[in-house]
């Protein structure tokens, strides 16, 4: 069974710095990656979607990468805002486009 | 495009009660999908569809029902609600089952 691990649970940063969101997976036969971001009594929106072919994606100040051997994705942020302040999500997609979602890390971008 | 839309935002009912919580979407998406969030477990699939007349069951199938009967509309039946199904309901789609997910804004649930 896929289990999603997302480390650190919460983080709070000055804003200006860079930082990375860590997320690891049990099973590596997975066919994509999807990271979210959530705000508190909101829906999640899609940030990433990177393919099992992919190693890397890019959008904006956001970097996502994927090594699906050592069953790893992390999410770099480039000079945080207080604005993406949220928790963020990682789900790897399973066989038939099921999503596996971990426990979030919850980021504070104090001003 | 009005994206995913979920009504009601919010709903009480009592335990026995039944409901159906309505989904849709407007970009012609072929995948759909219903998870419940909850602290402390995260968000988990309750049931999936591939296409009109095509469902399954995902994580956590027990006490609802679904039936997509078009494209646009994949809405969740709770038969006889109980306590434990107080959460919060969020719906997705995708063009196809690898493809970007984009998510509702939720249905918050309390079943007292």
């Known amino acids: 069974k896929q289990e999603v691990t997302q480390i650190p649970a919460a983080l709070s940063v000055p804003e200006g710095e860079n930082l990375v969101l860590n997320c690891s997976f049990t099973?590596?036969?997975?066919?994509?990656l999807q990271w979210f971001r959530q705000d508190p009594g909101k829906g999640l929106t899609s940030l990433l979607l990177?393919?099992?072919?992919?190693r890397e994606q890019t959008s904006g100040r956001l970097n996502a990468s994927l090594d699906k051997s050592s069953g790893r994705s992390t999410l770099y942020i480039a000079a945080s805002q207080p604005g993406d302040s949220a928790t963020y999500l990682c789900?790897?997609?399973?066989?038939?486009?099921?999503?596996?979602f971990g426990q979030g890390t919850e980021l504070s971008v104090k001003p | 495009n009005a994206g995913v839309t979920q009504t009601p935002k919010f709903q009480v009912l009592k335990t026995g009660q039944s409901m159906t919580l309505q989904c849709a979407q407007d970009m012609n998406h072929e995948y759909m999908s219903w998870y419940r969030q909850d602290p402390g477990m995260g968000l988990r699939l309750i049931h999936y569809s591939v296409g009109a007349g095509i469902t399954d069951q995902g994580e956590v199938p027990n006490g609802y029902n679904v039936s997509r009967s078009t494209t646009e509309d994949f809405p969740l039946r709770l038969l006889s609600a109980a306590p434990s199904q107080t959460s919060v309901y969020f719906c997705a789609s995708s063009y196809s089952s690898g493809r970007t997910q984009y998510f509702g804004p939720g249905t918050r649930l309390l079943v007292l």
């Open positions: 789900a790897p997609h399973s066989q038939g486009g099921k999503l596996i």
């Open positions: 099973d590596s036969a997975i066919y994509n």
């Open positions: 990177i393919q099992s072919s992919q």
